[in-house]
T-cell receptor
Framework: AQSVTQPDIHITVSEGASLELRCNYS??????LFWYVQSPGQGLQLLLK??????LVQGIKGFEAEFKRSQSSFNLRKPSVHWSDAAEYFC????????????FGTGTSLTVIP | GAVVSQHPSRVICKSGTSVKIECRSL??????MFWYRQFPKKSLMLMAT?????????EQGVEKDKFLINHASLTLSTLTVTSAHPEDSSFYIC??????????????FGPGTRLTVT
C-alpha cells in the first residue's frame, strides 16, 4: 500500500540554523517524490520534486532534498533557515503520471525562533 | 506560472444548506482536477478526481451524493457540498494538471476554501 510518513509533527529551529525534515515512503512502483509548503490558510506551493537522475535535487527558496532508495526516504534540508520559512511542510509520493493521485504525509509544522 | 484559483476563499453556511466551491485554472486547460479535504493538523485526503466531460471518480468512503462534482469545462470544476452539516467543516483544496504538460506535468494547487457549517 502506498503511504508517506513524516515522523516529526512539529519542529522548532533558530533562525540561521540548519533544517532537516524527514520523509519516508512506501510505494509499489518507482516513486515520484515531492515536497510542498503551505503557509497558514493558503494552498500548497511546490518546493521541489524528484523523478529520476541525480538523487540530490535542488528546489526553490534554498531547499534541497535527497532521495535514498535503500532507506525509502526523501528528506528535505536547508542550510540556513529564515523566519519566513515557518510553515507546514508536506511530503508526497505519486505515480509516474503526476496527473494522478498523490499520497501526502501528515505534514511537519516548522516554527522558527529569532 | 500556472495559477489555480478557488472561490470563495471562505464561506460560512447554515446546517442543511448547500455550498458550491469553484476551482478554476486561469492560464491553462485542465482535463483533470482533484479535490482534497484537509482537516486541522492533518494531511490532505483526496476526495475525488474530476474529469472534464465525464463523471468524477470518488475515493472510498466519500459520499458522491453529498459531494457533487462537476467538471463542465477545461478550466472549471465545482464541488457542491449538499445538505451541509458541521462535520463537513473543513479546508477544501483543488489541484489541476495542465493537459499539455505531458505525463510528468505538475499539479497546481489552489489556495483552498475554508468551509464552516454552523
Amino acid at each position: 500500500a502506498q503511504s508517506v510518513t513524516q515522523p516529526d509533527i512539529h519542529i522548532t529551529v533558530s533562525e540561521g540554523a540548519s533544517l532537516e525534515l524527514r520523509c519516508n515512503y512506501s510505494y509499489g512502483a518507482t516513486p515520484y517524490l515531492f515536497w510542498y509548503v503551505q503557509s497558514p490558510g493558503q494552498g500548497l506551493q511546490l518546493l521541489l520534486k524528484y523523478f529520476s537522475g541525480d538523487t540530490l535535487v535542488q528546489g526553490i527558496k534554498g531547499f534541497e532534498a535527497e532521495f535514498k532508495r535503500s532507506q525509502s526516504s526523501f528528506n528535505l534540508r536547508k542550510p540556513s533557515v529564515h523566519w519566513s520559512d515557518a510553515a507546514e511542510y508536506f511530503c508526497a509520493v505519486g505515480p509516474a503520471n503526476t496527473g494522478n493521485q498523490f499520497y501526502f504525509g501528515t505534514g511537519t509544522s516548522l516554527t522558527v525562533i529569532p | 506560472g500556472a495559477v489555480v484559483s478557488q472561490h470563495p476563499s471562505r464561506v460560512i453556511c447554515k446546517s442543511g444548506t448547500s455550498v458550491k466551491i469553484e476551482c478554476r485554472s486561469l492560464d491553462f486547460q485542465a482535463t483533470t482536477m482533484f479535490w482534497y479535504r484537509q482537516f486541522p493538523k492533518k494531511s490532505l485526503m483526496l476526495m475525488a478526481t474530476s474529469n472534464e466531460g465525464s463523471k468524477a471518480t470518488y475515493e472510498q468512503g466519500v459520499e458522491k451524493d453529498k459531494f457533487l462534482i462537476n467538471h463542465a469545462s477545461l478550466t472549471l470544476s465545482t464541488l457542491t457540498v449538499t445538505s451541509a452539516h458541521p462535520e463537513d467543516s473543513s479546508f477544501y483544496i483543488c489541484s489541476a494538471r495542465d493537459r499539455l504538460a505531458g505525463v510528468n506535468g505538475e499539479q497546481y494547487f489552489g489556495p483552498g476554501t475554508r468551509l464552516t457549517v454552523t
